[in-house]
Structure formats: C-alpha cells, structure tokens
C-alpha cells in the first residue's frame, strides 16, 4: 500500500492516541505496518532505531506512537524553515554587498575619470 498524503495530513493534526486511533479508523487502516509507516511518514520521515527487542511489528508500532504523540517532531519542519530562511538571509547579505562593492568601483572610477580629465 501506498502512503496516503490525506491520511498523513490527517495525522499531523492529532495530538492524542485516541485521535489517532480514531483517524485510524476512518481510513479503514487497522494493519500495525502500514499505520507505522504513516506515522513516521507525519513525522518527515525521520531516522528511528529500534531497539533488539523491537522485533514484532507491534512493538515498533508502539515505538513510532510514543515519538509521534510527545510532538517533537513538529519542530523538525520548523527548524528547516529556519534554517531556509538563514541561507536566504545569508545570500541576499553575499550579492548586496557584491552589489554595494561593484558600486564602489564605479564611483572610484567616476572619481579617476574626472580627475584625468581635470588634469589634461
């Protein structure tokens, strides 16, 4: 089964396991796997380690459900919006100081043609 983008849009705005569960169940979704993959896909898909005794699907299930339901990683996008908008802060600063340099430039170049020009 494919990853239902509804369902993970869905899931994004639950906050409790009984919404959850509930959402669940309104996408006549009740197999342990293809909850956890949507789970950790309502998280931007991050890196999970399971641990060794983790072994059963429902077990990772109940994993992916505890990391989901403490909201930490709602910030995940939050940071990478940050951190977007620093890049774009940072290369707007490079090209009008390029910009304000090159400018410099021309007005010294004004300068010493005027200055030739008194000269001759």
Same mark, same amino acid.
């Given at each position: 089964? $494919?990853i239902?983008k509804?369902l993970?849009?869905?899931?994004?705005?639950? #906050?409790t396991k009984?919404?959850?569960e509930d =959402? %669940?169940?309104? %996408?006549? /979704?009740?197999?342990?796997?293809? !909850? =956890? !993959?949507? /789970?950790?896909e309502a998280m &931007?898909?991050?890196?999970? %380690?399971f641990?060794?005794?983790?072994?059963d699907i $429902?077990?990772?299930?109940?994993t992916?459900?505890?990391? @989901?339901?403490t909201g930490?990683? +709602?910030m995940?996008? @939050?940071?990478?919006?940050?951190?977007l908008? +620093?890049?774009?802060?940072?290369f707007?600063?490079?090209?009008? +100081? +390029?910009?304000f340099?090159?400018?410099?430039?021309?007005i010294?170049q004004?300068? #010493?043609?005027? &200055?030739r020009k /008194?000269?001759?």
């Amino acid at each position: 089964m $494919e990853i239902n983008k509804v369902l993970v849009g869905a899931l994004q705005q639950c #906050d409790t396991k009984e919404l959850l569960e509930d =959402t %669940f169940s309104r %996408f006549n /979704l009740s197999d342990y796997s293809q !909850k =956890t !993959k949507h /789970l950790i896909e309502a998280m &931007g898909d991050p890196t999970i %380690f399971f641990s060794e005794d983790a072994t059963d699907i $429902e077990s990772r299930y109940s994993t992916v459900l505890s990391m @989901f339901l403490t909201g930490e990683w +709602k910030m995940n996008g @939050f940071y990478e919006r940050a951190m977007l908008i +620093k890049i774009e802060q940072l290369f707007c600063d490079y090209l009008w +100081k +390029k910009e304000f340099h090159a400018g410099l430039i021309d007005i010294q170049q004004n300068i #010493d043609r005027i &200055g030739r020009k /008194l000269n001759n």
